[in-house]
């Protein structure tokens, strides 16, 4: 699927461009370059990304640019926005998960399950907030319309921001618990285990 997306938006730009459409063009290639950088990043740091997570990232990113501004989805599908938002709630929730167990070097005993599961919250509350920050400038500073009704548009993907954030905070919480369960919980040890330099006590208390 990852390869297919990458496929389909080069010749989305080669086509944007024999026939003139410098937007399309434009849109197609950052798409392609955005969904790129987790792997170029991936191999830069030695980290090795499970396939579902990569996949999500590229999905992510071809749904929000390409699917979002090219095709307008994002009026078509009043449900488009908030849809992209509590999916980047739920990644960044991992991902602030993934980084904090690591701080603690995969030690599970190192602070409360509940601890941690609050640090996930908070980080992908924190980017939800920071982007909100961004549309409100980008409209005030540019004459845009990212924040669609204002207040209401914006209230709304914070609340949605919540929703994915608990999600990811209660499977990063259960996993600690050693109760591994659903596609984010079994993302979460695929990429523990995959990375497990990263996650040094982790790797020792396997070994025991």
């Given at each position: ?110 602070a409360p399950p509940v601890a941690l599961a609050l ?18 400038g980008m409209d005030v500073g540019f004459g845009l ?64």
């Amino acid at each position: 699927m990852i390869k297919a997306i990458w496929l389909l938006l080069v010749l989305a730009v080669l086509v944007a461009l024999g026939v003139g459409r410098w937007t399309m063009a434009f849109v197609s290639l950052a798409t392609l370059v955005l969904s790129l950088i987790p792997v170029v990043l991936a191999s830069r740091f030695q980290i090795r990304l499970p396939l579902p997570f990569l996949a999500a990232i590229t999905g992510f990113v071809f749904a929000t640019i390409f699917m979002g501004e090219a095709f307008d989805f994002y009026e078509r599908f009043w449900w488009w926005d908030l849809a992209l938002h509590g999916s980047s709630a739920v990644g960044f929730g991992i991902i602030g998960f993934l980084f904090v167990f690591m701080l603690f070097e995969g030690d599970r005993l190192a602070a409360p399950p509940v601890a941690l599961a609050l640090i996930t919250f908070c980080f992908a509350m924190t980017v939800g907030a920071i982007w909100e920050i961004f549309e409100f400038g980008m409209d005030v500073g540019f004459g845009l319309n990212m924040q669609k009704s204002g207040l209401v548009d914006t209230m709304g993907d914070l609340m949605i921001n919540a929703v994915g954030a608990l999600l990811a905070a209660v499977s990063g919480y259960f996993y600690l618990k050693g109760q591994v369960s659903g596609i984010l919980g079994h993302t979460i040890r695929q990429f523990v285990e995959m990375n497990r330099k990263l996650y040094r006590k982790s790797k020792e208390r396997l070994r025991k």
